[in-house]
């Protein structure tokens, strides 16, 4: 619950919600990134960005070398499979 | 050194591993007991384990497995209460895939299910607020737990169901605040923890300001530690340095994700939708003071709480469960007489067994080598 995955933007959704689409590992899904979008960093400039999701909220930025290492250290964790599992399952599966 | 050479730059990992041994050896010249050290959070735990760094260490250095699991520290009467809106007929109750195994005093949600209730894990709480959106004729409700790494998930989608109007959502809000939770393992009697690895994650959301007070007021060092093998030894190191220095300040090894202010919108949502709780139970470790929060009242239509009426109803945790001395480093887990007998991974009864986050379901799954007196599991 406290890791997280790093996952890489690869469209924007909706600039003003604001939301992303995300994909890591073969699963894209939507996510908010409220949290990573400032003035400074608007989100039309959050496509490509390497975040760490948690929750389907990006939290932060990290760059494509954390997020390389944290995907492996969760695939070594035995983590990686259930976060996927849960992300790809989305909306209130009874599985 | 079996795992070593698998870490990312092993050349580094091997210098820190020296590096540690020669200051453990310097600091234990004045003193007789170990160094404790707890890793607050969960994750640490688990890497701890995996990557079976006790073994790298000199054996002066004992980690302690904090509280920092919220899946394990859930209450049962906070299960049974969420089983009670969980039975109701107009209810799709959703959770993290973590939380519905945690057995309360009769049942989980699972067996909740089990047993006919419409219980569904979701990955996120937008997933939830999209299923009240779809089911306009149900109570779609949300189990929030956790510490500060998912409550500002949990904050930002209770304002976008304000925003949408969406009433027939609600948040059934049990999260848990992280310095509470350290100023009463602090406080515990006979309490010998020399320093902390702090929460990269939760750091991430807070910052590191909040942790002042432990080195302030209780003269302790800590270090907020990335989640890698190595981020934990060079953490590890860091406390070191301070303790043999005589230093106690709060560092930050995860910086390159944890920044100094935390996450100003995920703090701003956070503070509009939660307030402390005066107190709030712990599984294994009682009750401990203002480390809740509930929802603030301009919330009142979304939380579950006042929706369901719901008593919170406090239970007992089993009488023999040890956890909570597991918890502030007094006993190890398999000093407990339940652990690996009528408390394993399958049919938990204490709460450091529910989740692999856990300090007993960690040492029952990667059989520790490092503790001889440990009965074979």
Redesign the interface.
């Known amino acids: 619950?406290?890791?997280?995955i790093p996952a890489q933007i690869v469209s924007i959704i909706d600039a003003g919600a604001p939301s992303a689409m995300i994909s890591v590992g073969g699963v894209q899904?939507a996510?908010?990134i409220?949290?990573i979008?400032?003035e400074a960093h608007t989100a039309q400039q959050c496509l490509g960005d390497w975040v760490?999701v948690?929750?389907?909220?990006a939290?932060?930025r990290?760059?494509a070398d954390?997020a390389a290492?944290?995907l492996a250290?969760l695939a070594?964790?035995?983590?990686m499979q259930?976060e996927l599992d849960?992300?790809r399952?989305?909306?209130?599966?009874?599985? | 050194m079996k795992y070593v050479d698998e870490f990312?730059d092993p050349v580094t990992a091997r210098a820190v591993i020296e590096g540690i041994a020669v200051l453990a050896d310097r600091i234990m010249r004045t003193r007789t007991r170990p160094l404790q050290v707890m890793e607050v959070?969960?994750?640490h735990t688990?890497?701890i384990f995996?990557?079976g760094l006790t073994e790298l260490l000199p054996g002066t250095i004992e980690f302690v497995h904090g509280p920092?699991c919220?899946?394990c520290v859930l209450p049962m009467g906070v299960v049974d209460d969420c089983v009670s809106i969980a039975m109701r007929p107009e209810v799709?109750l959703?959770t993290?895939?973590?939380a519905m195994r945690v057995p309360g005093s009769r049942t989980s949600l699972l067996g909740a299910?089990a047993a006919g209730a419409?219980?569904?894990?979701?990955?996120?709480?937008?997933?939830?607020l999209?299923?009240a959106r779809?089911n306009p004729a149900r109570q779609v409700v949300f189990f929030g737990i956790?510490?500060e790494?998912?409550m500002?998930?949990t904050a930002?989608t209770v304002q976008q169901a304000a925003r949408e109007g969406i009433a027939n959502f609600s948040l059934f809000c049990n999260h848990i605040t992280i310095v509470p939770t350290l100023r009463a393992v602090l406080d515990a009697p006979g309490m010998q923890i020399d320093g902390f690895l702090g929460?990269g994650?939760?750091s991430?959301?807070i910052g590191s300001a909040p942790y002042r007070f432990i080195a302030r007021h209780y003269r302790k060092p800590l270090v907020i530690a990335g989640?890698?093998?190595l981020d934990v030894l060079q953490s590890l190191w860091m406390l070191l340095a301070q303790i043999d220095a005589g230093r106690c300040e709060i560092e930050n090894q995860y910086a390159?994700?944890a920044e100094h202010d935390g996450?100003?919108?995920?703090l701003a949502?956070m503070s509009a939708v939660f307030e402390p709780r005066e107190s709030c139970e712990w599984r294994g470790l009682g009750s401990i003071e203002r480390s809740g929060v509930r929802m603030r009242g301009r919330y009142a239509t979304w939380d579950a709480e006042r929706r369901f009426a719901l008593a919170r109803r406090r239970i007992a945790d089993p009488a023999a469960c040890r956890c909570g001395e597991v918890l502030t480093g007094a006993i190890k887990p398999w000093q407990c007489s339940l652990f690996g007998k009528a408390c394993t991974p399958a049919t938990p009864l204490g709460a450091l067994m529910v989740s692999s986050?856990g300090a007993c379901a960690a040492y029952i799954q990667y059989a520790r080598r490092d503790d001889p007196a440990q009965p074979a599991a």
Not at chain 1, 89 to 95: I, L, P
Not at chain 2, 263 to 266: F, G, P
């Open positions: 619950m406290c890791l997280g899904r996510v908010n409220a949290c979008v400032d760490l948690h929750a389907g909220f939290m932060a990290i760059d954390e290492r944290t250290m070594e964790l035995g983590e259930a849960a992300m399952e989305g909306a209130g599966s009874s599985t | 990312r959070c969960g994750g688990h890497a995996r990557f920092g919220p899946v799709i959703t993290f895939g973590d299910r419409d219980v569904r894990m979701v990955y996120s709480p937008l997933d939830a999209a299923l779809a956790g510490f790494t998912t500002p998930a930002l929460p994650h939760v991430m959301v989640f890698e093998p390159r994700v996450n100003a919108t995920a949502a986050e």
